[in-house]
């Protein structure tokens, strides 16, 4: 039988376990991650199973790399996310998050969008660091990603979207996610797409300010391809202000709602 | 008319600026909707008629 040692096709006699392949391929391994799950004990291996071996305390060469970046994975979801291509308009505390889970997942193909550089009231909710300060938010977070994951195809512009300049931009993906601050600019994007590329799905975010309760923040299925998350109505205002905690929820239900899509899974 | 799902009278025929009035809306932070065809801004001033079904997102703040 067939069974995928490291994402790469391997071929076994039927009623080897895991560790037997861990002592015939790398007995120095200490991490044993069976079908996304890491496990404590051996168990026998059946057709198609995915199992990774990873030593710690090396770091591994390229090719060996990728397979070990996304072990802990769901089987099957890799190869789905590896060909999708995702756009990010705003990467402030929603499209940074957003941004950083999805090339974590292995998203194939990144378009970072933003006019803006960072500044230090960024960092209380954003990805930022202080080195990254006064730079173009596009090349800190292209820096920040290709730390985490350097598979990643990423692609940036430094440009203020408006409806003259936005189906241009995001001519070559399927998911866009809205992650701006100011929502005049929320309304145009969601607006140009919806009516100018029915075709393409939107992930929008409205209300997540405060320190408000976080299960108000949903996920919703709206007209046509559109998702919107957050609780609807906490605007960030005088007096009210933007965290960390709850930017961070609503990103991770953006991030969410894109993987689910991709996957197939369109409903909430 | 259907406005998001509520069923809501009005005595005579309204335009979507007079309806984002009446529910104190503002034009430039939300998307219409109107029999699933989104609107442009610049229709606004369409004239909803009886059984319209009405679905209208207002944006806030933050990201």
Do not use: W
Not at chain 1, 7 to 14: A, F, G, M, Q, Y
Request: glycine residues 8%.
């Amino acid at each position: 039988m067939n069974i995928f040692l490291n994402e790469n096709s391997l071929s076994v006699d039927e009623g080897i376990t895991a560790y037997e392949i861990k002592s015939q391929h790398k007995p120095d391994a200490d991490v044993v991650i069976l079908n996304g799950f890491m496990i404590k004990q051996d168990a026998i291996l059946h057709a198609d199973d995915c199992l990774t071996l990873i030593q710690k305390g090396t770091v591994p060469e390229r090719d060996e790399l990728e397979a070990q970046l996304i072990a802990r994975h769901t089987p099957g979801v890799f190869q789905k996310v590896k060909r999708a291509r995702v756009g990010i308009a705003g990467l402030g505390g929603l499209g940074s998050n957003v941004a950083v889970s999805l090339a974590r997942t292995g998203v194939g193909k990144l378009l970072l969008v933003d006019f803006d550089v960072v500044d230090p009231s960024n960092l209380n909710r954003q990805q930022y660091f202080i080195s990254h300060l006064g730079r173009y938010k596009t090349d800190a977070l292209k820096e920040i990603i290709y730390q985490i994951n350097p598979f990643i195809d990423i692609h940036t512009r430094n440009i203020l979207l408006d409806p003259s300049n936005i189906v241009e931009c995001f001519k070559d993906v399927e998911i866009i996610v809205e992650a701006f601050d100011n929502p005049q600019c929320k309304a145009d994007l969601v607006n140009t797409i919806l009516a100018k590329c029915p075709d393409k799905y939107i992930v929008a975010a409205s209300g997540m300010a405060g320190y408000f309760s976080s299960n108000t923040i949903q996920t919703k299925k709206m007209m046509g391809n559109l998702y919107v998350v957050g609780d609807g109505v906490s605007a960030a205002q005088p007096g009210c202000g933007l965290m960390a905690p709850r930017v961070s929820i609503a990103a991770g239900h953006q991030a969410n709602a894109v993987l689910r899509i991709i996957l197939g899974e369109k409903n909430i | 008319m259907q406005i998001n799902g509520k069923a809501i009278d009005f005595e005579t025929n309204v335009s979507i600026t007079e309806l984002l009035q009446q529910l104190k809306l503002d034009a430039d932070k939300i998307v219409v909707e109107v029999n699933m065809k989104i609107i442009p801004r610049e229709h606004y001033s369409l004239l909803l008629s009886g059984g319209d079904e009405v679905e209208i997102i207002s944006f806030v703040g933050g990201g």
